[in-house]
């Protein structure tokens, strides 16, 4: 193994780990996972193409460093935070706002909580010592040294328990916010728990208050659904264009459970989103659907590990990727069929598409099967607009770019519709179409 | 469920009869000391009489190949190789300078004959002796080039060819009767530098074929090189250059055997393929080096570079390849399109039994504008046996108008093996099409009960099935290779049912 030779940064992250280790949430145990977790890191260092998951991700060449901790907001760093949530709220949910890595409850709704469920603050859950509790939430693989940076270093976050039988009505939407002007790095990480026979929905945002720039955000979320239960969930990244996203979402299923997910990228300049999905309960679900629509030099990636543990799963992964001027989007799909998961259904389909010489789009779905009485197939293309349907709607007299529009919300169209919930899916479009219009 | 009889004698079938080429000729032979130095290499070029050129060049990649370490990414496992363990160069000892086939030691022709390839011109060509098994195409001509161990022994249809300008040669003699040719395109392809095991046969190939086709030539007739491996502990490391030079045609065939043998035989061999404008090879393998015994034991390790440069414009490389032997494969035949409207193609048949590991696959790289290429992969794993395709499409920057399909198919017999699927898509050219599919499957209930239940066995059902499944790649093969191919297909998926 390599001896990582440390930058100067990389020195500063020690030294600033091993101060703020007192100060971070989590006493005991917890204090021991995060100086595990670190040391997973500090071995492996910052991901580089050598690695095979990072190939295409080099955050050596692209991040070079991660930052320091941001300091907890201010007053007036909440004051922007709250002007960026506005700006982008989502009528009829329940909102969960972090600023720089800390839980803001004044800007979060946590009143009149349905019953069987429960929020809570990641810190105060960890400052009370729930030993079970925190435990699963630290829990890290620290064979990703993304994931167990995240571990070591997270501050706060959000809890949520949803308990048996339990069907929320209101969605839960989960704000992340920058807001510092320095730049920084912050470190979330929440947990959500449903319960046998529970439905929940979930938006995550990842938003940059008015002068936050360059700053990066590290985010894990973990999820356990229990039997016969459902989520619905939905992603969108808004950073700025200067910032790094390096998140990640681990998801188990229960028997009969059901999890469908969507994600679109349109901010940041560095993205990357690794989504692991376990079906460990026989008759489970997933829709997994994602799209990228980025430019100027966005670089964006979705890593996607759907490990199929047990028989009798169906999977369906929809990606799309819309790529202009200089961007670089990457997808990395790879299904695990175990030895006993017998009748597993998979199928992936990634499409790119291409509209600048500049650009760049890299697939790789892969499949890794090892029982034989599987349906799996996984398909890959990649492209430019059609030159035939832009002539047509432009002999009808549509300009150029509005012409391009229709045809790109066609092309992402397929994955944003898998959306269940009318509302979000609206939001979904919305998000799309402000990209669109700002290309214009 | 208890083993039955039928199956214990199933079983029994496959341990001795699966593998059709595991005789051993008992031939003396000339060895290289055993290990690798740079004495083992000046020993090797020693032997072949080289210039000094190519002994400099073979010692640039022996020192470069010390400082290399070896690959470790592809999805194989298997015992640390001792380098140190192998014996670099066998040849049958030479009685005295042959000047004819029928001096060559009849053991070797012996060898061959077995094996149903036909080294004696005359009798193939009135058709009285045609390969054992193979069809009846006395018409049909195909010059053989046959390496035993790490020397060639006998090149036929040597005037022939000569007449056609076409220069079919065992690569040493090529180095001191065409230099001039070797030294052009020589490791411009493969470059000595390229991985591990290309390096390492850069510095200790000891023979191999070299093709050069002139300017607007068709090659008269098929070309043919037979690799046998026969002695123990040695390592074939063969080298393959073919040249087809402005508006030529050749096409050309390459088939391997091996002795039964416990030990585990390394073959590290370097093909590389050179078309200039207009030009068209058409490379076919059918590999069937020893794959080990029923319980994993013994078998060739089979580390391949094979590339094609399509140099000139309008230029076409394409590869097909069925495999069915080795221990091990890694092995992964690639297209650089540099010239404009050239294409490449790569049709493979994969099949694994026991305890075999394929790991093989393509790249096409496309560089030059409106290249197109197209990969049909199909797969099939039985036994214990894992079996990926691992593929990369790449367009870049300049290469406007890239056009790539790939289909690749995997099939499943039994639930102890294992498909992968690792492809690679790369563009960075807003005008390439790019088109990948891949599915996995079984063979369908359905399907099998109606042909059983129109009387057709089990294994013979299955065996229809797989045909028609591997057909689009089967139909690319040249017919003799096909005729072989396809009983190729169903002996080694013989036992995999039930």
């Known amino acids: 193994m390599n001896v990582v030779a440390k930058t100067e940064t990389g020195r500063a992250l020690g030294d600033a780990f091993a101060v703020a280790r007192d100060r971070l949430p989590g006493k005991g145990k917890i204090a021991e996972q995060r100086r595990e977790a670190f040391e997973a890191y500090e071995r492996l260092g910052l991901p580089h193409r050598r690695i095979e998951d990072w190939k295409y991700t080099d955050l050596r060449a692209l991040m070079r460093e991660v930052l320091p901790l941001a300091p907890a907001p201010d007053a007036a760093a909440l004051g922007r935070a709250a002007a960026a949530v506005k700006l982008r709220a989502i009528d009829g949910v329940r909102r969960l706002v972090l600023v720089d890595g800390a839980f803001a409850p004044d800007l979060s709704d946590l009143g009149k909580l349905d019953k069987g469920l429960s929020i809570r603050p990641l810190r105060e859950v960890l400052d009370a010592g729930d030993s079970a509790l925190s435990a699963q939430v630290i829990a890290t693989d620290v064979s990703n040294p993304m994931i167990a940076l995240n571990g070591a270093m997270a501050t706060d976050g959000v809890v949520i328990e949803i308990a048996d039988g339990t069907v929320l009505t209101e969605p839960l939407h989960i704000v992340h916010v920058a807001s510092g002007t320095a730049p920084a790095s912050m470190f979330t990480r929440s947990l959500l728990r449903l319960g046998r026979d529970t439905g929940a929905t979930l938006v995550e945002s990842y938003l940059a208050g008015e002068d936050a720039k360059a700053y990066q955000t590290h985010d894990g979320l973990i999820v356990a659904i229990g039997d016969n239960a459902r989520l619905d969930h939905v992603r969108l990244v808004e950073d700025s264009v200067d910032a790094f996203n390096i998140s990640s979402a681990t998801v188990s299923l229960g028997a009969h459970a059901h999890f469908n997910t969507f994600g679109l990228t349109s901010g940041g300049h560095v993205s990357r989103y690794q989504l692991t999905v376990t079906c460990s309960g026989e008759g489970s679900k997933v829709e997994t659907n994602g799209v990228n629509l980025i430019n100027g030099k966005q670089h964006a990636d979705t890593t996607l590990f759907m490990d199929h543990a047990v028989p009798h799963c169906a999977s369906r992964e929809i990606f799309r990727a819309v790529v202009d001027d200089r961007a670089h989007s990457v997808f990395q799909g790879r299904i695990i069929v175990r030895p006993d998961a017998q009748k597993t259904d998979a199928k992936m389909m990634t499409r790119a598409l291409l509209l600048s010489d500049d650009a760049e789009a890299d697939n790789k779905p892969e499949l890794e099967i090892f029982a034989d009485d599987v349906t799996c197939g996984h398909g890959a293309t990649t492209g430019a607009l059609d030159e035939s349907l832009l002539f047509y709607m432009r002999a009808r007299g549509l300009p150029e770019k509005e012409a391009q529009a229709l045809l790109i919300q066609a092309f992402v169209g397929e994955a944003i519709e898998s959306i269940a919930s009318d509302p979000l899916r609206e939001v979904a479009i919305a998000t799309a179409q402000r990209w669109l219009q700002a290309r214009a | ?498």
């Open chain 2, 1 to 498: 469920m208890p083993a039955v009889q039928e199956t214990v004698e199933r079983v029994r079938r496959i341990d001795v009869d699966q593998y059709r080429y595991g005789f051993e000729t008992q031939i003396e032979s000339d060895k290289a000391p055993k290990g690798l130095s740079e004495d083992t290499v000046r020993f090797i070029s020693a032997k072949k009489n080289e210039p000094a050129w190519m002994l400099e060049w073979r010692l640039e990649a022996y020192r470069r190949w010390l400082t290399m370490t070896e690959p470790t990414w592809a999805r194989v496992d298997y015992p640390k190789i001792d380098y140190q363990d192998i014996y670099y160069y066998a040849a049958p000892k030479p009685k005295k300078t042959l000047s004819s086939i029928d001096e060559i030691d009849p053991e070797i022709l012996k060898t061959y004959e077995k094996l149903g390839i036909p080294l004696r011109e005359v009798a193939i060509l009135e058709g009285v002796e045609p390969p054992p098994g193979g069809p009846q195409t006395p018409s049909r001509k195909i010059a053989v080039d046959a390496v035993f161990d790490s020397v060639s022994v006998a090149t036929t249809f040597q005037k022939e060819l000569k007449a056609a300008g076409v220069i079919f040669m065992p690569i040493s003699e090529a180095i001191r009767e065409h230099p001039e040719l070797v030294q052009k395109y020589l490791g411009t392809v493969v470059p000595t530098s390229d991985n591990y095991f290309a390096t390492l046969n850069s510095a200790v190939f000891s023979d191999g074929s070299f093709v050069y086709v002139p300017p607007g030539v068709r090659c008269p007739m098929e070309l043919s090189t037979y690799f046998r491996i026969n002695e123990r502990n040695t390592g074939q490391f063969e080298r393959t250059l073919i040249i087809a030079d402005k508006g030529s045609y050749v096409s050309y065939l390459e088939g391997c055997t091996a002795p039964q043998r416990d030990e585990n035989q390394l073959h590290a061999a370097v093909v590389e393929l050179v078309t200039l404008d207009d030009a068209e090879i058409k490379y076919s393998t059918v590999q069937n080096w020893y794959p080990g015994n029923s319980e994993g034991k013994g078998g060739i390790y089979n580390f391949v570079t094979k590339r094609g440069d399509c140099r000139g414009r309008n230029s076409k490389i394409s590869w097909t390849q069925v495999e069915t032997g080795s221990a091990i494969t890694w092995k992964y035949p690639s297209c650089i399109l540099r010239g404009d409207n050239s294409s490449g193609e790569f049709y493979s048949i994969a099949i694994s039994n026991g305890f075999q590991q394929v790991d093989s696959g393509t790249k096409m790289i496309h560089l030059g504008k409106n290249t197109s290429s197209r990969i049909i992969s199909k797969g099939i794993a039985a036994g214990r046996s894992q079996n990926t395709y691992r593929g990369l499409v790449s367009a870049h920057r300049k290469a406007t108008g890239a056009r790539n399909y790939t289909a690749c198919d995997s099939l499943l017999i039994g639930d102890k093996c294992g498909a992968h699927t690792v492809p690679y898509v790369e563009a960075k050219n807003s005008s390439a099409t790019f088109e990948h599919e891949a599915t996995t499957s079984k063979i369908s209930e359905d399907v099998l009960f109606y042909c059983i239940q129109r009387g057709l066995s089990q294994e013979e059902a299955v065996g229809l099935v797989v045909n028609g499944f591997v057909k689009d790649v089967l139909q690319q093969l040249p017919m003799e290779f096909a005729v072989e191919a396809q009983k190729l297909i169903s002996i080694s998926l013989e036992g995999s049912v039930g």
